[in-house]
């Protein structure tokens, strides 16, 4: 597929009307309703998109609405008798003025990536940064873009696709979900952090670790290297995460946390030769499943991908997630996807590996994606190292906040351990394997004091990383990777 083909329509906005919630509002409890807001909404499009529209001429409809935006519908469609086509467009805003910050970062994601065709999202026409208008509210003005979310799809019969060959829609769907991705892998941040509009509309990242009252902001650059290398990045955040969670209660500072675990896990990838300081950041979706891609009906060719909000610049492994709902999208493993699989089956109580095809049509979409994703996605997105190191760095971009995200998170380092354990035991000197085995289990995270005794005692592997590296290799080859 040449170039051409594999951009979006330049007609692009937000369509989601199939999946329209209209009781979505009732749990917005101090959100004014719909029945009363759309005058606002009218009094905009008349004013300021459609001034030379009759009143008449312009409705407002509401559409699918998110946890913190309201998206609503306007449509002008002329009176005049000369066949001119209906304009519709998609108003963006926050639900509540406390949103404003979240909301400039969407607008930002936007606005950045309309120069990347490739990506597919709905282009921006205008906006308001400010409260100071029709709404009361900041907004953006989008085209609307056609289609349904490829989650519906995905739930109907294969025979209600129609068009051509429903095998060949999901392999030219791969190419251009490959092209997107790689477009992503390519588009880099020489700061970790979220883009955002500055006062003069000048796009500027935020950098990690956030903060509740960000105190800097970059200009933005385009480098692909780094201006703070990976290894310092995440132990700063996560000494920021324990800092400001003893700030906030202080009877904690005695109680064992998982940061330790967290910065020794960073310092062991480092040293296996995972985390690189030649890891670029690139952009990252943070949300990339079906529901947020819209395709058209009968041809499932990409329209748009939808809902930048959470985007970030980030090292390079967390964009190569494998989209396996691509190639097993006959089976819901969401949840599979979201902790990069390994996730017990519950019909046989064996890891579930969503990263195989299930079906030869599906190991040809898988190959198809491959290919158009390029070698950046393939050096990063299978691997074990880079699969622990994506959840790692999740943790280092939202802190754990419930119980369920601190048995993922002790989960995760167990597995960490047990991954550096299977490695120790094929190392060519037993003299070397002992000690070292011996370490590896004993820092697991069900013994927090211990390891906190052994980083004060500097118990570290040899400094020059030789037996670290002897192990790398041996992780490659066991699992034939890189």
Known sequence: MD?????????????????????????????????????????????????????????????????????????????????????????????????????????AQLVFLKQYPKICTPEVLSFDKTSVNALGFPYTLQNRVPGVSLQARMAEPPENFGGKNTHEQWVQLAQEMGSAVKELL???????????????????????????????????????????????LLTDVFNEQRRVEIENEPSLVDEPMMHPHFIRMVSEMVEMGFLTDNIPNALCHMDFYPRNILVDPSTLKLNAILDWDSAVFAPAFLAARPPTWLWNHELDKEDLEEHDGYFPNPESNEPYDPFEPTTEKGQEIKETFERYAGEEYMKYAYEPGYRLARRLVRFAMKPIGSEQELYEAQGMVNEWNTLCAKLTVMAEDSDEVIPMLVSVIERSWEDDESHERAMRRNEEPESDGGLWKKMAGLWRGVFQVG
């Not at 700061?191 to 935020?206: E, K």
């Open 186 to 232: 390519s588009t880099h941040s020489s700061v970790a952090g979220t883009l955002t509009l500055s006062p003069d509309n000048t796009m500027t990242v935020i950098p990690f670790p956030y903060r509740k009252e960000p105190s800097e902001q970059h200009p933005y650059d385009s480098s692909s290297r780094p201006t703070k290398w990976i290894e310092e």
């Open 3 to 107: 170039d051409k083909d594999s951009e979006c329509n330049s007609e692009c906005g937000y369509d989601c009307e199939h999946n329209r919630d209209p009781d979505s509002e009732s749990v917005m409890n101090d959100a004014e309703p719909f029945e009363t807001f759309q005058t606002r909404v009218h009094a905009l499009a008349s004013k300021v998109i459609w001034p030379d529209a009759a009143p008449e001429e312009i409705t407002v409809d509401r559409m699918q609405e998110g946890g913190y935006n309201r998206i609503i519908g306007i449509t002008y469609t002329p009176a005049d008798g000369t066949g001119q086509p209906a304009e519709q467009r998609v108003l963006r805003m926050p639900w509540w003025k406390d949103q404003e910050d979240g909301f400039n970062k969407g607008l």
